[in-house]
């Protein structure tokens, strides 16, 4: 008998991306997926069409050939389209992946964003990605400020204009240091933030002992989030570097002598430990740096408490970031610098966005209260 694929799953499309890697498009409960062909996923609804069609289990040898067919026809017959991580661009729209299991898309443009199920672009959903909330309007930015053990109203500015900066795809990211002393909540701050956008099973990981780890961490997560670094090697400082700004990747293909694996990425990442740990100039030029104060035992919360009270806060906390990112979209092609710095783009983005940051400044400032007051 042969198979081919058909409803209630249809699959409605093949297409490849700039790598030559397969896709297929799937219609499933009336929203469209998108899976790698020679990925499990893939592989396993495969397996349950031919089931559901045959009644028969297929034989290892049948899916072989269903997928090498499905692969010949996406890499020579169909078009070719990017698939992208978290977050993607398309028409002077911002695209941010729900991750969750309709997948749903928030669409944000000049004149606001609203949540879509069928957006223009494609996503591809990495192993460990979480879903964000359904974003919610009403909110108001300053509400994350209890949450964070920063000093200062100015620190909470640069810390909502990095996360407005890891909104837009593509461009320059500064990379976030957080400084400060045992128990200062530094890692409970890389987690609140990238939960905020690309909230992952791993939040943090160790530092990459090689370019192929980093490459493999950018291919699978928006925000690279890196705990506890004790010192940066000059390899790993160079790679945040065109990390940051835009920079390719080379290796040598696995099992063969002369076959590279190439990877272009630009990726918004957090780095925080003890130490100083930012030596070289090029990656101080491209860094945010915060330095967190000490926390008094009497005044520490557990972090139970402190992540269910926030996860009550996050659906309007992310409205009012999505509405900071519609007002600066609204406001960029009018943009024009005085002088064009280095990270550029980053100044001129927030810029953009600085009359809703400047809201957050002021609201911050007049309630703003020592980090031992609120902890």
Not at 13 to 30: C, E, R
Not at 257 to 275: T, Y
Not at 308 to 322: D, F, Y
Request: charged share 25%.
């Amino acid at each position: 008998m042969v198979f081919t694929p058909t409803l209630p799953c249809a699959l409605t499309s093949l297409f490849h991306d700039p790598t030559d890697t397969a896709f297929a498009d799937l219609t499933i409960d009336g929203h469209r997926e998108t899976w790698p062909i020679r990925s499990r996923q893939f592989r396993a609804w495969l397996r349950r069409q031919h089931y559901e069609q045959t009644g028969c289990a297929a034989s290892p040898a049948t899916i072989s050939s269903m997928l090498d067919l499905l692969e010949a026809r996406a890499q020579f017959d169909a078009p070719e389209r990017s698939v992208h991580i978290r977050i993607a661009e398309h028409d002077k729209h911002i695209y941010l992946d729900l991750t969750d299991k309709d997948w749903r898309t928030v669409q944000i443009g000049p004149d606001g964003w609203r949540i879509v199920s069928s957006p223009p672009v494609r996503f591809c959903r990495a192993p460990g990605m979480l879903p964000l909330p359904a974003p919610q309007r009403g909110g108001s930015i300053d509400a994350l400020a209890p949450y964070l053990n920063l000093r200062e109203p100015n620190e909470f500015v640069l810390v909502v204009a990095w996360l407005l900066a890891s909104l837009p795809q593509g461009v320059p990211y500064p990379v976030l240091v957080i400084a400060g002393e045992q128990g200062s909540a530094k890692t409970a701050l890389t987690k609140i933030l990238r939960a905020l956008i690309d909230p992952n099973v791993a939040p943090t990981r160790a530092p990459p002992r090689e370019e192929r780890d980093l490459m493999i961490a950018a291919k699978n997560g928006h925000i690279l989030a890196f705990d506890n670094v004790s010192g940066l090697p000059s390899w790993l400082s160079g790679a945040l570097c065109r990390l940051a700004t835009g920079g390719g990747f080379a290796i040598r293909k696995l099992y063969t002598d002369c076959d590279e694996v190439l990877f272009q990425a630009v990726r918004p990442a957090i780095l925080n430990g003890i130490e100083d740990i930012v030596h070289r100039s090029d990656l101080a030029d491209r860094a945010i740096f915060l330095t967190l104060g000490p926390i008094a035992d009497e005044d520490r919360r557990t972090e139970r408490e402190l992540w269910r009270e926030l996860e009550a806060m996050r659906p309007r906390i992310l409205g009012a970031l999505l509405d900071a990112a519609a007002h600066g979209l609204r406001r960029f092609p009018s943009i024009r610098l005085e002088r064009s710095p280095r990270m550029a783009d980053f100044t001129r983005w927030a810029t953009a966005c600085e009359n809703c940051i400047l809201a957050v400044w002021y609201c911050v400032a007049r309630l703003w209260r020592k980090p031992q007051d609120r902890h």
